[in-house]
Nanobody, 127 residues
C-alpha cells in the first residue's frame, strides 16, 4: 500500500497560482499511475490530471488543460500539481491518488481504480 501526504495549496486570487505536492512512500515497484483529483461541495470527485510513472505521459481534464501541470520527481518520490490562471470554479478539496500495477501507459481518470489516497488539501480561489 502506498502512503500519500499532500501539502501546499491554500488560498489564491483568481488569475493567481498555487502548487500542490504529494509525498509518496511504501511503493514496492512496478508500473503505476498517480493523479490529482478534486471534489467541490455537492459535486462528485473528478480527475484533474494524471501521470504514468514509467513514461511520464500526462493526461488532463479539459477544464484545466493549459493551466495546470502535473509532474513527478522520482528521486524525491513526490508528485506535483502546478496550478496557474486559477478560477473560482477551481475551488475544491484536492487529493492525490495512486493506482499500482497498471497496464503499460494506462492512466484512467476514473477515481474508482485508484486504491491509495491522500488526506486532501483545501484550495480556495476568490474572485
Amino acid at each position: 500500500q502506498v502512503q500519500l501526504v499532500e501539502s501546499g495549496g491554500g488560498s489564491a486570487q483568481a488569475g493567481g497560482s498555487l502548487r500542490l505536492s504529494c509525498a509518496a512512500s511504501g511503493y514496492t515497484g512496478g508500473s503505476y499511475c498517480m493523479g490529482w483529483f478534486r471534489q467541490a461541495p455537492g459535486k462528485e470527485r473528478e480527475g484533474v490530471a494524471r501521470i504514468y510513472s514509467a513514461t511520464g505521459s500526462t493526461y488532463y481534464a479539459d477544464s484545466v488543460r493549459g493551466r495546470f501541470t502535473i509532474s513527478q520527481d522520482n528521486a524525491k518520490n513526490t508528485l506535483y500539481l502546478q496550478m496557474n490562471s486559477l478560477k473560482p470554479e477551481d475551488t475544491a478539496m484536492y487529493y492525490c491518488a495512486a493506482s499500482t500495477g497498471r497496464p503499460w501507459n494506462s492512466c484512467p481518470g476514473t477515481p474508482a481504480i485508484y486504491s491509495d489516497w491522500g488526506q486532501g488539501t483545501q484550495d480556495t480561489v476568490s474572485s
